[in-house]
């Protein structure tokens, strides 16, 4: 009986000491690389390609170089144009049709990131003795859309709107100088622009901007024609073409687009000569020039410096340019004088030179 128990304990002593004195050898010989320990089999599946990762890194840059732009529109009313400039360089511009002598267009500074391709459309009650109420636009070509508001859109105020327009024959054409040939202010109140080059303005802050949003039926669809947008494989003048037809869809920016509508008569840029005056001039359309009151249904904030139709504005002008040596009754002939050009000119842009003779004053 001690016998058998003997010969159990030794069977079962001597085997787990033989393992106990070889298991540091064990350990040593078969202690996995600290490479393999952190970079699993698994990981290794489940990385990414180089050519994805590439990818990704390109997206990330585009990303990054477009957050730095800003963007802003400047649109001078009595001139009939809009200004697109990116980091305030201009890029690119359109001719514009203001609203009517009875339905004047406000004057506003404000900031929007919401644009919106093939807009639907409703008539407000000014509207609806000219205008149905539109689905969005089908068209593939910008020259003849079918919706009042045209191919796209940007909402600046409640009364407000920027688009482009059925109305093509509203859209007045440039002359060899590159001004407006025989403006036209005719709208409701909204800034109508020229189709091909208002789709283009709004295309180039799309590929300048990052997005932040994309809503509509077929987003994903709109999100790679942007992607072509960023990358130049799509021209601007051909973004709006390719969207879905007949669908609405918004874009909304990460940082929001500058939009300013002035009222300039005269060009920042006065040439003094030694006995005149050189002013390019813009035509008094709603004869603010002349005394009718800024006062209407229509927002129109006369804090703006961009606005110069007063005696008031072209002294601040003079100031900003250096312009000392003449006297405050010399300005007030002066600005009669223009008065009379003004109420006169029947173009969007010309030059005038206006003669003074006067004994310099110096400035203390």
Known sequence: MNSGLIFIKRAVLIPAIFLLSIKPMLEKQYKPPISTITQSPIEKTISLPDSIQNCKNSIQTLKDSTQKNKYAIKINLP???S???ENNI?????VICPGGYSRRSPVLKTKQDLISIRPSFNPTPAEAHQFK???PDRTQIPGKPRNA???FRLVLSYTLRMHGTSLVSSISKLDSSGNVKDGQFRS???LRHDNEAGERLISKIIKGSQINKISGRFKDSLNVLISRLKSDSLNPQDFVSKTPKGLMHNITLENPIEIEVSYRLWDKKIIQTDSSFI???HRDIYNYSNGRSTKSKAPFDETLEENAYLITHLKRDFSKLGIYNISDRQIR???KHLQKELKSNKESSKKIELIFNSSPIVRE
């Open 79 to 81: 001139e009939f144009k």
């Open 83 to 85: 200004r697109l400039y």
């Open 90 to 94: 201009q890029i690119d511009s359109s």
């Open 133 to 135: 109420p539109n689905p």
């Open 149 to 151: 508001l045209g191919r």
């Open 188 to 190: 409701n109140g909204c």
């Open 279 to 281: 002013f390019t001039i």
């Open 333 to 335: 002939d002066l600005y």
